[in-house]
C-alpha cells in the first residue's frame, strides 16, 4: 500500500510542488540573515531550505524515472539531519522561554516530515557508495561553516549554547550519514 502510494504519478507531483513551495518559503525565511552573509558562504548558511531543493530536484526526476545519484544522497543526508535539528532546536526554544509561535509549530511538523519523507524513498535511489562521500563531505564541510565560521542559523534563545549545539549537528551529520548508508548500501559496497 505505501509503495503504491510512494509511486503514484499524483502524489509525486503534488510532493514535488509542496517540497518546491516549501523550498522557496525557506530561502525567503533566511532573506535577513543571507543578507549579512558573506557571498563565499552563502551556498551553506539555508541549511533547510537547500536540502528540500535537493529533494524537490530528486522528486522532479523521479517523476520522469530517472535518478539523480548524487542528489539522492545530498537529499537523503540533509533532509533528515536538518530535519531532526530544527525539530530539536524548536523544541529546546520552547523548553528554555516556555513558548513557542506558531511558526516554531509550523517548523517542528513540516520539518519531522521533511526528515521522514527523505526516508521513505531511500529504495527508489541509485545511490553508490561515492555518491554517499560527496554528500558526507558537504554536509560535514556544512557544519564547520556553521560553527567554526559561526554562519549557523540565529536561534536568540539557544545562542549562548552554540558549542554544545555545534557538537551536537557533528554527531547528527554522522548519523545521518550511517543511516544513509544503512538504508541504501550495507549490503551492496557498489563504488
Known amino acids: 500500500m505505501i509503495k503504491y502510494i510512494l509511486l503514484d504519478k499524483r502524489f509525486l507531483l503534488g510532493l514535488f510542488l509542496i517540497n518546491l513551495i516549501g523550498t522557496i518559503y525557506g530561502f525567503v525565511w533566511y532573506k535577513s540573515q543571507l543578507a549579512i552573509t558573506p557571498g563565499i558562504f552563502l551556498a551553506f ?3 533547510s531550505p537547500t536540502a528540500s531543493l535537493f529533494f524537490t530536484i530528486f522528486l522532479l ?12 544522497a545530498l537529499a537523503m543526508i540533509t533532509l533528515f539531519k536538518y530535519g531532526v535539528w530544527a525539530v530539536i532546536m524548536n523544541f529546546l526554544t520552547l523548553i528554555l522561554s516556555g513558548n513557542l509561535g506558531w511558526e516554531g509549530y ?7 516530515a521533511m526528515a521522514i519523507q527523505g526516508l521513505l524513498y531511500a529504495p527508489y535511489y541509485a545511490i553508490r557508495l561515492k555518491h554517499i ?3 558526507a563531505i ?17 536561534y536568540s534563545s539557544l545562542t549562548k ?11 547528527l551529520s554522522i548519523i545521518s550519514i550511517i543511516i544513509t548508508y544503512r538504508l541504501t548500501l550495507s549490503s ?4
Open 133 to 135: 562521500a560527496v554528500a
Open 61 to 72: 526526476f523521479f517523476l520522469f524515472n530517472k535518478n539523480t545519484p548524487y542528489i539522492e
Open 45 to 47: 548558511v539555508p541549511d
Open 138 to 154: 558537504w554536509t560535514l564541510h556544512n557544519d564547520i561553516i556553521d560553527y567554526v565560521f559561526e554562519m549557523m542559523p540565529v
Open 188 to 191: 551492496k559496497h557498489s563504488f
Open 161 to 171: 549554547y552554540m558549542n554544545e549545539i555545534g557538537y551536537f549537528t557533528f554527531w
Open 106 to 112: 509550523m517548523l517542528m511538523i513540516s520539518h519531522g
